[in-house]
């Protein structure tokens, strides 16, 4: 059965860092593109962030670029989202994504591009 199981959100006043996990298990996800969202209230679910297979190419929603910083580690099955500077906009139920790999060009930002999800961890920022 697979799983991701995301792990690290809490409550953190603006400006400070929260960094995110996400373990992955029930096959291997070497291959895979891994990616982030999140949903805040009343809004739809959007792209944070995304990290392809091989760890060396990335992307970023233009609200976190340079802000947070996505990452990897395929021997532990794990995805990281480090975020700093955070702030109350970014208080939202945050959504790790797993995408098998394609034969297609894959938009990273496209949620079709992504086969399992966890459950979330809500990431609130204090004003």
């Known amino acids: 059965q697979v799983q991701l199981v995301e792990s690290g959100g809490g409550l953190v006043q603006a400006g400070g860092s929260l960094r995110l996990s996400c373990a992955a298990s029930?096959?291997?996800?070497?291959?895979?593109?891994m990616g982030w969202f999140r949903q805040a209230p009343g809004k739809e679910r959007d792209f944070v962030a995304a990290i392809r297979w091989s760890g060396g190419s990335t992307n970023y929603a233009s609200s976190v670029k340079g802000r947070f910083t996505i990452s990897r580690d395929n021997a532990k099955n794990t995805v990281y989202l480090q975020m700093n500077s955070l702030k109350p906009e970014d208080t939202a139920v945050y959504y790790c994504?797993?995408?098998?790999?394609?034969?297609?060009?894959?938009?990273?930002?496209?949620?079709?591009?992504?086969?399992?999800w966890g459950q979330g961890t809500q990431v609130t920022v204090s004003s």
């Open positions: 029930g096959r291997t996800f070497s291959s895979d593109h």
């Open positions: 994504a797993a995408g098998l790999p394609r034969r297609t060009i894959v938009v990273l930002s496209s949620q079709r591009e992504y086969d399992y």
